[in-house]
């Protein structure tokens, strides 16, 4: 039982350049979340997806899209990377009220 | 606007000293009110979830509890493993997005 995996661990790009964040959880939970941390403002939500086939927008949604791909995986991906996206990424499965959260993966944008 | 605010934003302790961590927040009908932990480096880890006022919930040395307005953790003889950043984070009701705070980081000193 693995939890919720995600990759790559460590991230570096250059600005404009594109890439998407890979999440899969085997618990089988509905709710699958995407969160950024930085410095001094905590855990914010970018998007998230109640089940799926569905996604909505949490909030810091600019500049990034999402796909829920299967019940397990939920990727997030930067289009054109800016440096103001460095950040640590957490993706998070959820059973009701209880996150399950991965070991992150730090992206840094040059 | 729902808001999460935990104070103090660090603290100290020595090692059999006990202390309160404080998690106050506003939102449009609480549905629930969550406590976790985070290591350096690594995702948070679910502690406790808390529903209405006057719940308590422990674990070990660690208990929280709810009013209508705020939340503590209270660590009784904490230990140097208990050192880490305790977050909080609130969901309102009808909705499975959570709003976390910016966390307490926790020294236990030996």
């Known amino acids: 039982n693995a939890g919720v995996t995600q990759t790559p661990k460590f991230q570096v790009l250059k600005t404009g350049q594109s890439m998407t964040l890979q999440c899969a959880q085997d618990?089988?939970?509905?709710?699958m979340y995407w969160y950024r941390q930085d410095p001094g403002m905590g855990l914010r939500l970018i998007y998230y997806?109640?089940?799926?086939?569905?996604?909505d927008k949490g909030e810091v949604p600019n500049g990034y899209n999402v796909s829920r791909l299967n019940k397990r995986e939920f990727s997030l991906r930067l289009e054109s990377a800016a440096p103001s996206q460095t950040s640590v990424y957490f993706c998070?499965?959820?059973?009701?009220?209880?996150?399950?959260f991965g070991p992150g993966t730090r992206l840094t944008v040059l | 606007e729902d808001q999460v605010t935990q104070s103090p934003e660090a603290l100290r302790l020595q090692e059999g000293e006990s202390s309160s961590l404080n998690c106050s927040y506003t939102?449009?009908?609480?549905?629930?009110l969550f406590w976790y932990r985070q290591d350096p480096g690594k995702g948070p880890e679910f502690l406790f979830t808390?529903?209405?006022a006057g719940e308590e919930k422990e674990k070990e040395r660690l208990k929280a509890t709810l009013t209508k307005k705020e939340s503590f953790l209270h660590i009784t003889a904490p230990k140097p493993e208990d050192s880490a950043t305790y977050l909080c984070?609130?969901?309102?009701?009808?909705?499975?997005?959570?709003?976390f705070g910016t966390g307490t980081r926790l020294k236990v000193l030996a």
């Open positions: 998070a499965s959820s059973e009701p009220d209880t996150q399950y």
């Open positions: 618990m089988n939970h509905n709710s």
């Open positions: 997806s109640a089940s799926e086939g569905t996604t």
């Open positions: 939102v449009s009908g609480l549905r629930g």
């Open positions: 808390l529903y209405s």
């Open positions: 984070a609130v969901s309102g009701s009808g909705t499975y997005k959570y709003i």
